[in-house]
């Protein structure tokens, strides 16, 4: 069996409200998927992080096209290390020429979960199957991209969902986070975990002195307070801060990742499987942080497929704490797949279905696909 096609999907949602960070905002949700399609007509499906900036689609596909394309075409699609690795070298020189490394991980992550769907649906079983089986019979979740402007409608339901865990942006001022974060606290109650994302806004002593103020409000954890290449300044934070700190979003692969944890930046480590490498380097950053004992969060801030995915790494491996799940609406993950994730009481059960289990509603890709000639 060989890979006769790759191509990409970009989509593009309106938002009625931005979703607002640290350094900036979404207007509209912008998603990729890579298909694969072998010569006997099987589809597996990924999906690469484009969320910034707006025009990332444009580098992204591109880079699927004119990069991966070529590397993978007539490729036995079983052969999963051995394609990562033939795209990953590939394509290293000119990526680190360009000096975006991050990139060329981001479309490689398409590619790689787009494979890793392929192999369970030829082996027909779930992918978690492929990656060691059922470690976790659920995966509780945690609500993030709450605030800066909070709507308690949206936390409401989430409490209705079962959802025990919250993570509120910072990052906008401290009188608008601290003020946030006493509403927020109220609004989920003593019984419920609480965390900060402050999206790399702080230096050293900001973030010393914003956790020791909000310090009170019993964080489980603090998210990107500083640059995320701050690695002295993480490892100055460990040290000094009160409340664990938590990163790993934008750290790119498992070379990155071995350098923070040796620098002992970090308490909790989020790698995001289509942004670092996929399901494969993943994994192999989540068992580094098991060889340091540290726990992994994984960061998914995309659509239903790259939550699957995510879904599937986190039934599979030991030393996870919980799921991030944006709260806010988004079609791309309510309404992407013909059969929607399960969820019940707060936490996500995988389905058996072979592969990744995603089946995608081709009338919202037709809604909201972004015209091949704009790409
Ligand atoms: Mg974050």
Redesign the pocket.
């Known amino acids: 069996m060989k890979i006769a096609e790759v191509k990409i999907t970009v989509l593009k949602v309106p938002l009625s409200e931005p979703i607002k960070a640290s350094f900036g905002q979404m207007t509209h949700r912008m998603s990729a998927l890579v298909h694969l399609t072998t010569d006997s007509g099987i589809t597996g499906v990924g999906e690469t992080w484009i969320n910034f900036p707006p025009w990332n689609y444009k580098e992204r596909a591109a880079t699927v096209t004119e990069g991966l394309r070529p590397l993978l075409l007539g490729e036995d699609p079983l052969r999963i290390s051995y394609l990562w690795n033939k795209m990953y070298r590939g394509l290293l020189g000119p990526f680190r020429q360009y000096g975006c490394e991050s990139a060329l991980l981001q479309a490689i992550s398409g590619a790689d979960l787009a494979l890793w769907d392929i192999a369970g649906k030829i082996l027909e079983t779930p992918v978690y199957q492929l990656l060691g089986g059922k470690f976790n019979e659920k995966i509780e979740a945690y609500a993030?991209g709450l605030g800066p402007k909070l709507f308690p409608d949206i936390i409401e339901s989430c409490l209705h969902k079962g959802y025990r865990a919250f993570k509120l942006k910072v990052g906008f001022g401290k009188e608008l986070d601290e003020s946030n974060l006493k509403t927020l606290r109220e609004l989920i109650g003593d019984d419920s975990t609480l965390m900060i994302?402050a999206?790399q806004a702080w230096d050293v002593q900001e973030a010393l002195d914003r956790i020791s103020a909000y310090e009170k409000y019993d964080l489980l954890f603090v998210?990107?307070p500083l640059p995320a290449r701050d690695l002295a300044g993480y490892r100055e934070l460990v040290g000094k801060s009160p409340v664990p700190i938590a990163g790993g979003?934008n750290i790119y692969g498992k070379e990155n990742f071995k350098q923070a944890l040796e620098h002992n930046c970090l308490d909790i480590v989020?790698p995001d499987i289509t942004k670092t490498g996929g399901l494969s380097e993943a994994r192999d950053i989540c068992s580094l942080a098991a060889s340091w004992r540290l726990p992994y969060a994984l960061?998914m801030?995309g659509n239903a497929v790259g939550l699957a995915a995510t879904l599937h790494l986190a039934t599979a491996l030991p030393g996870g704490l919980f799921q991030e799940t944006d709260a806010n609406p988004n079609p791309l993950r309510e309404e992407l797949l013909s059969e929607p994730l399960q969820f019940a009481d707060g936490c996500f059960h995988l389905s058996e279905k072979p592969g990744l289990g995603v089946e995608l509603n081709e009338d919202v890709i037709k809604e909201y696909e972004v015209p091949s000639s704009s790409l």
Do not use: A, G, L, V
Request: proline share 0%.
């Open positions: 993030s994302d999206n998210e990107e979003e989020q960061h801030f």
